[in-house]
């Protein structure tokens, strides 16, 4: 505010030197821009460009990356006319329950009308980062030939492409650093897309091929593992086995990040011991995941590395609590740590002793589909890993019951957490014990942690759980709730006292118009408001988009289905418009 | 649509095929339950609907990747507890439970009850099966889903499942829903293909004492496994090979003067390896198939990856060799 009043005093004294031919900035503009480039963080820049309209020049044209939460907030054409010279685009396209396959295929997505307005505007693009976009091959060969000093292009829960796209990134992209391939829904069609780097290609720094199901050329693979000399991070697919494992380890000790293949080959103890040499070669490991396929005999060729190891993403490998036991004990740096719920509560214990740093955990099911005596963690588990690890900020937990009592202690022992994400996996299930809801639980979450970020709910949960989360979560950013809350007051609780919210997920709720209504004036300073199967009717989704023009208010529709029920509504601000690519089965009202 | 196609074949699954005593394929499984339900539990009015459902789904899955087939097999390996507990539990089971998904009529794949879970593990994986069944289309999934959609909101009066059981037999009669536990696709389709694995590895868990390869033996219906750190040299390597598979070899003597059944001795295998009819070879850690015999033993347990017991007649280029190899040892 400084500069504008030195801008009026400005301009009563024209022989101020100060004074530039763009205006009456009190800095030229291109310091203002170098300054103002200097600015990593997303809200500050946001913050930064709504001073005046010097700072949103500077802003502006200093902007080189951008982060698009869901792509039909913005369209590509606005995007390019206010920030002419990015270089590195992320963009979210589905909401997130599309994938638990609440959103029906073809809803749209597609990343490639973006790159059509990014070869003309961005011609310099560096950097492409998708989660939840249709991607097809032909746009990952456009990709490829439109942008010549493309580095690096990472895809997470995409779909619609295929090796064959790979293929052309591979052959095309001469400066690629980053081809990093995640969880997505692919058509893996050949093996030879690894053979499509050329000879002279030597600049890649992070491979992720983890998800492929088929074979790759191991020839081609090691080639290029040799001749990357800057390769970090290393992601393999379970075709790899061991022995392969062994060979490119020997060919890349300077790995950071490591995901194995399948970690249960046959081996002679000739080559156990080449395993072994090969990973304590390995001095800067800090990641390791992979382990499709465990054989808990070799995990000790993974403990000379296990000491510097931070974030070990064990969610594929379904060890057992001695397995488990035996590696932590030489994993006493780690901060992440991602298991299957077949280490069982015993296992967490062994969290909980060896692992004094934990900051996230997540526990995921084996089969969470089993009945009768299924095993898995419960609730002496979870208050095990929070007594020996204060610093746990972050947890994913999959359990069959709980109880409120246990979830009290935990965040009593950790009371800084951002993250709580619960999943009690029998809807409805109230607490075990006690056989009451899960209110108190999650009320003692909200209570305790003011941290919070994020959240997500389960179990047996009435409209107090609501009430709680509006009354105490002031930090809240994302909710999700899942068959919880007994009528429109709690959804009412959540829009009206949570002022950070952005992000609303709600499946199976006895929510309805009113509860949706309640958050008219909301929404705009949201990104997004998802509800499936609650009790919200087409008339209120009409009202709701009668009243607020500038929100997009969709309803997917099923066939067949009851014409005056809205069973799965999306809701989000947009300065877009209404989509110009809706399939006929979404319906923008 | 998927949805005509689904109800034809609900329809179809029950007349269709007499279901074999006890198989293990799983696309039999859904009448080998309905079978076995029938007779051990009470007469399936309920029943027999449900269990339809593993074959309609395992039909929409048919086309689906292999994943989906990795989950049959597991579907199998649980639905078989399931489907005798059920007729254990005939009470609940048969009645209340499923009395409810009964109304439903032919319930779409949402509303599997107990046995099925895994098997609606596998619709989401379908969004349009998914869309179809939800969206209460033709039939009566229509009256299903809206029933479901009406119990569901009550559920923190009745925190069992939409079954709404007026028994406290929750963990019984699960109604599996769409995309619920919240994980995603390929982390399901892993875990189910690693379960699977992870247990046949733990049967033949390789210590660092004992070296398992596997044994196979052309025309033989299943392979062995052998631990070659027992065996100190060829020689013995051989006879406890003649000594796992002379029972193969039964019916395949042409020579005459055998006895038979009766009197086959491993003597006649021994004379089948070394007269030419099989030849004893091995997989070594490049890949390649080599005849066993050539290399010092500790060299070959090193590199031997598995057997294989071949004909003569596809040995040929080492048939010569290995006649003269096995007369020279034996």
């Not at chain 1, 400005?10 to 503009?29: A, Q």
């Not at chain 1, 995901?259 to 800067?284: D, R």
């Not at chain 1, 066939?559 to 923008?588: C, H, I, M, N």
Request: with cysteine.
């Amino acid at each position: 505010m400084e500069c504008c009043n030195k801008r009026r005093m400005m301009k009563e004294s024209p022989e101020s030197n100060f004074m530039n031919r763009r205006g009456s900035s009190c800095f030229p503009d291109e310091v203002l821009e170098r300054v103002i480039g200097m600015l990593k963080s997303r809200k500050d820049r946001s913050s930064v460009s709504l001073v005046c309209k010097e700072w949103y020049n500077a802003e502006r044209w200093s902007r080189r990356n951008v982060f698009i939460g869901n792509c039909y907030s913005v369209s590509p054409e606005i995007l390019t006319r206010r920030f002419p010279n990015i270089r590195s685009v992320t963009l979210k396209g589905k909401p997130r329950f599309s994938d638990f396959n609440l959103v029906p295929a073809n809803w749209g997505a597609d990343i490639h009308f973006w790159l059509v307005v990014f070869a003309k505007k961005y011609p310099f693009l560096e950097e492409l980062r998708l989660k939840r976009m249709t991607v097809t091959d032909e746009s990952l060969k456009f990709l490829a030939r439109s942008f010549p000093n493309f580095k690096a292009i990472s895809l997470q829960n995409c779909d619609g492409f295929s090796t064959d796209g790979l293929a052309a990134i591979a052959a095309d992209c001469k400066n690629l650093t980053e081809l990093d391939i995640q969880e997505n829904v692919i058509d893996d069609k050949n093996d030879n897309w690894l053979t499509c780097f050329p000879e002279s290609f030597t600049s890649l720094e992070v491979l992720n091929f983890s998800i492929l199901h088929n074979d790759v050329n191991f020839d081609a693979l090691e080639k290029l593992v040799t001749r990357c000399k800057s390769l970090k991070t290393l992601k393999l697919n379970k075709s790899i086995t061991l022995e392969q494992l062994q060979r490119l380890l020997f060919r890349a000790p300077q790995l950071c990040e490591l995901g194995t293949g399948s970690f249960s080959q046959e081996l002679t103890t000739q080559q156990y011991s080449e395993l072994e040499s090969a990973f304590s070669n390995c001095k800067n490991l800090n990641t390791l995941s992979g382990l499709w396929v465990v054989t808990p005999q070799y995990l000790p060729v993974l403990y000379p590395a296990c000491a510097n190891l931070t974030f070990l993403n064990f969610s594929y490998a379904p060890l057992d609590s001695d397995d488990i036991a035996k590696l932590l004990v030489h994993c006493a740096n780690i901060r992440r740590l991602w298991v299957v719920d077949t280490i069982e509560d015993k296992g967490l214990e062994a969290v909980g002793t060896h692992c004094p740093l934990l900051e996230e955990l997540r526990v995921f099911p084996a089969d969470p589909f089993a009945e009768g005596d299924a095993r898995g963690v419960t609730d002496s588990g979870f208050i095990a890993v929070s007594q020996g690890c204060r610093n746990l900020h972050y947890v994913l937990y999959f359990c069959r019951h709980m109880t409120n009592a246990a979830v009290a202690t935990v965040v009593q022992n950790c009371p800084d957490f951002t993250h709580f994400r619960l999943c009690i996996m029998n809807p409805g299930q109230p607490d075990y014990r006690t056989s009451e809801p899960m209110d108190e639980a999650f009320g003692a979450v909200v209570k305790t942690c003011s941290k919070l970020q994020r959240l997500a709910i389960s179990g047996l949960l009435t409209d107090l759980t609501f009430e709680y989360i509006g009354k105490y979560a002031k930090n809240l950013e994302t909710l999700s709730v899942a068959f919880a809350g007994s009528s429109d007051w709690g959804m009412q609780c959540v829009l009206e006292g949570c002022p950070k919210l952005r992000k609303l997920e709600i499946r199976d709720c006895p929510f309805g118009n009113a509860a949706l209504l309640s958050g008219l004036e909301k929404y705009e300073s949201m990104r997004s408001l998802w509800m499936s199967d609650c009790k919200v009717t087409m008339n209120g989704c009409r009202l709701l988009a009668k009243e607020m023009p500038r929100l997009n208010v969709e309803v997917i529709k099923e066939d067949g289905s009851d014409d005056s029920q809205a069973e799965r509504v999306y809701v989000y601000r947009s300065v877009a418009g209404p989509r110009r690519d809706a399939p006929s089965f979404v319906l923008t009202l | 649509m998927s949805t005509p196609l689904e109800h034809d074949y609900i329809g179809l699954a029950e007349k269709k095929k007499i279901p074999s005593s006890s198989s293990s394929s799983s696309s039999e499984d859904g009448k080998t339950f309905k079978e076995t339900e029938l007779r051990l539990g009470l007469p399936g009015s309920e029943s027999p609907e449900r269990k339809p459902l593993s074959g309609v789904s395992l039909s929409l899955f048919g086309n689906l990747n292999n994943n989906n087939n990795v989950m049959n097999h597991h579907v199998h390996v649980a639905g078989a507890k399931r489907g005798f507990s059920d007729a254990i539990d005939a009470k609940w089971a048969f009645s209340d439970a499923h009395g409810s998904d009964s109304d439903l009529g032919k319930p779409s794949a949402l509303f599997s009850p107990r046995g099925s879970g895994n098997v609606v593990g596998k619709p989401p994986l379908d969004p349009k099966t998914i869309s179809t069944q939800q969206g209460n289309s033709i039939n009566t999934p229509a009256s299903a889903s809206q029933s479901i959609k009406e119990s569901k909101p009550l559920q923190e009066k009745n925190p069992q499942l939409p079954a709404t059981n007026e028994h406290a037999s929750a963990p019984a009669s699960k109604a599996q829903v769409v995309g619920w536990p919240p994980i995603r696709s390929f982390r399901k389709n892993t875990m189910a293909s690693n379960l699977t694995k992870n247990n046949d590895e733990a049967e033949g868990k390789p210590g660092f004492g004992c070296l398992y390869v596997k044994v196979s033996m052309d025309g033989a219906p299943y392979l062995r496994k052998v631990d070659l750190k027992t065996y100190s040299n060829y020689k013995e390597l051989s006879s406890a090979l003649e000594k796992m598979f002379s029972c193969f070899t039964i019916g395949q003597c042409n020579s005459p003067g055998l006895p038979g059944k009766d009197g086959l001795s491993e003597s006649s295998l021994r004379d089948l390896l070394h007269g030419s009819e099989y030849v004893l070879t091995y997989e070594d850690k490049d890949g390649d198939w080599m005849l066993v015999g050539d290399v010092p033993w500790e060299m070959f347990t090193d590199s031997c990856r598995r057997l294989r017991i071949m004909k003569g007649s596809e040995a040929i280029g080492l048939a010569p060799r290995a006649v003269e190899k096995s007369k020279s040892q034996n």
